[in-house]
């Protein structure tokens, strides 16, 4: 149990342009889901926490207007990278809790974007 | 605010040599404390965790304790084999806030 799948694996696109990262939790209701990003022989950074039906807290530095976080239902959490360019190339992760509090998150597997 | 400490590696070690990746953290609050592993090309996937002081988390042959004495959360397996061969996360989760602070990582090689 406590599956997350994350959509698409890897995607390539070009400069300008804007892409989409969905993040599914397959087989349990997540009261909350949050996104990383994994930098080369980096750790990862928590960009953002959101919670279904709220507006998505950002961490510091995190551009919301360029990351936006639509956390439609409690199984769906999409990450809209706008105005894609070569530096936001990345690892972007996600994970989900199942309940409030959890002491666990459950993590995706992750979604390489590579901006041309 | 939170911390975590682990060596960045690359480990490298022939197969089944003793394996301990250390990880110190600081925390305010009483953390539970995590090791993830991730291969290549694939997301976190959680190792084993510990929530209280002295507990001893285990998995697939690795162990860790949680020392809260010397705040240190050391990740160990007596024999590694090649398929051992990933990055180990340490981290840490304050209960009721659910960030998790990550360590950098640490890069393990295991050659036959």
């Known amino acids: 149990g406590a599956v997350v799948s994350q959509h698409p694996s890897r995607v390539i696109c070009k400069s300008g342009t804007s892409v989409k990262i969905e993040c599914r939790s397959l087989?349990?209701?997540?009261?909350?889901m949050f996104w990383y990003r994994q930098f080369p022989k980096k750790s990862l950074m928590l960009m953002a926490t959101?919670?279904?039906?709220?507006?998505?807290?950002?961490e510091q530095g995190v551009e919301k207007d360029k990351f936006l976080i639509n956390h439609a239902s409690l199984t769906l959490s999409t990450l809209t990278v706008t105005s894609a360019h070569p530096e936001d190339s990345s690892f972007y992760i996600c994970?989900?809790?199942?309940?409030?509090?959890?002491?666990?998150?459950?993590f995706g597997p992750g979604t390489r974007l590579t901006v041309t | 605010g939170n911390s975590v400490t682990q060596m960045e590696g690359p480990v490298t070690l022939s197969e089944e040599a003793f394996l301990t990746i250390n990880c110190t953290y600081t925390?305010?609050?009483?953390?539970?404390l995590f090791w993830y592993v991730q291969y290549p090309g694939e997301g976190l996937q959680l190792l084993l965790k510990?929530?209280?002081?002295?507990d001893k988390g285990s998995n697939k042959g690795f162990e860790a304790t949680y020392r809260k004495e010397t705040t240190s959360f050391h990740l160990e397996k007596g024999s590694v084999q090649v398929s051992d061969s990933a990055v180990y996360f340490c981290?840490?989760?304050?209960?009721?806030?659910?960030?998790?602070?990550f360590g950098i990582g640490t890069k393990l090689q295991v050659i036959p």
């Open positions: 959101s919670n279904e039906g709220s507006k998505a807290t950002y």
């Open positions: 087989d349990f209701q997540a009261t909350t």
């Open positions: 925390a305010t609050g009483y953390p539970s």
């Open positions: 994970s989900a809790t199942l309940i409030a509090g959890a002491n666990e998150q459950y």
């Open positions: 510990a929530t209280k002081a002295d």
């Open positions: 981290a840490l989760m304050i209960g009721g806030y659910q960030k998790v602070t």
